[in-house]
């Protein structure tokens, strides 16, 4: 049985979520407190009533120049052990294509969560599609960026203006998966549960952010955005906040910081919905970043 979640399925959809993940009970408390929304979580059930599977469908859009198009962001997709290889996630994935016209959604975007899962979501009519460029800067190099700026200290994050920054900053990569300005914020709290911490700036006019990880003696920043002029700044920021001897950036890979430097990878893949083309989409190294991964 396919359908949409109920309020009441919270605590079994948080038992699937750890089962599946491994993750510690606040994140999916956060989720499920914060963000979760019935008419946006599909579940499959056995005859019986016992939940076997479930994902979450964020809502986005698709930067296509002048165009936006709505589409959806396939989110913690998971199966318990004893269900798995019997066709319940495919049959949710199905169920989300053939609802999808009627929530005004013309893709869905997924990042499969390793390399053998590329293969599965190929067969369930998703195409390799976004991509991202990885590069690592050891910190002196970031030091020689930031020096002579003076760091002010830590300022308050405003969602709506870093959101802002972001889908500028994202003009130039047609196809790239845009968030509103909640799902934005909602994106970044739900990582500082992970230990994540966003560092931005956001005063005299400049706006820039990082959203960053410590890994040991490394610091992943998982989506920076900044000008030519702000990124000196935020590199301050970055080096105060999150000190580390590297830090390993994830960028847009047509655009963005170090341009033309690092590896540019796969990242994400998207599924055309209800007759749309991803020609109508002008696609030119199209980005997936802030994928709460």
């Not at 199966?79 to 016209?101: D, H, K, N, Q, V």
């Not at 830090?247 to 847009?252: K, Q």
């Amino acid at each position: 049985m396919i359908g949409f979640a109920d309020w009441g399925m919270r605590r079994e959809l948080a038992v699937l979520w750890q089962t599946a993940f491994h993750d510690p009970e606040r994140i999916p408390r956060y989720f499920l407190n914060n963000i979760f929304s019935p008419g946006r979580c599909l579940v499959c059930r056995t005859a019986g009533g016992k939940l076997t599977s479930a994902f979450y469908l964020l809502p986005a859009r698709i930067f296509a120049g002048q165009k936006i198009f709505g589409a959806h962001y396939v989110f913690a997709a998971a199966t318990f052990p004893e269900f798995r290889s019997r066709g319940y996630m495919t049959s949710l994935l199905t169920y989300a294509a053939l609802t999808a016209p009627g929530r005004g959604e013309c893709f869905s975007a997924v990042v499969p969560a390793g390399k053998p899962l590329f293969g599965y979501y190929r067969a369930n009519g998703y195409s390799d599609f976004f991509k991202v460029r990885l590069l690592t800067v050891p910190d002196g190099r970031l030091r020689r960026i930031a020096e002579g700026i003076p760091y002010g200290g830590k300022t308050l994050a405003d969602p709506k203006k870093l959101n802002t920054l972001r889908n500028r900053c994202l003009r130039g990569c047609g196809g790239s998966l845009l968030w509103d300005s909640r799902m934005f914020y909602l994106a970044c709290e739900l990582s500082k549960t992970y230990g994540d911490r966003l560092v931005s700036v956001c005063s005299g006019g400049i706006s820039a952010y990082a959203l960053c990880r410590a890994e040991g003696e490394e610091c992943a920043v998982l989506e920076a955005m900044a000008g030519k002029k702000s990124f000196p700044v935020l590199a301050a920021a970055i080096l105060r906040e999150m000190p580390a001897k590297t830090y390993r950036f994830r960028l847009p890979a047509g655009c963005g910081l170090f341009p033309g430097e690092g590896e540019t990878v796969p990242f994400g893949m998207i599924r055309p919905l209800g007759g749309s083309l991803l020609s109508e989409v002008n696609p030119h190294f199209p980005y997936l970043g802030l994928a709460m991964d």
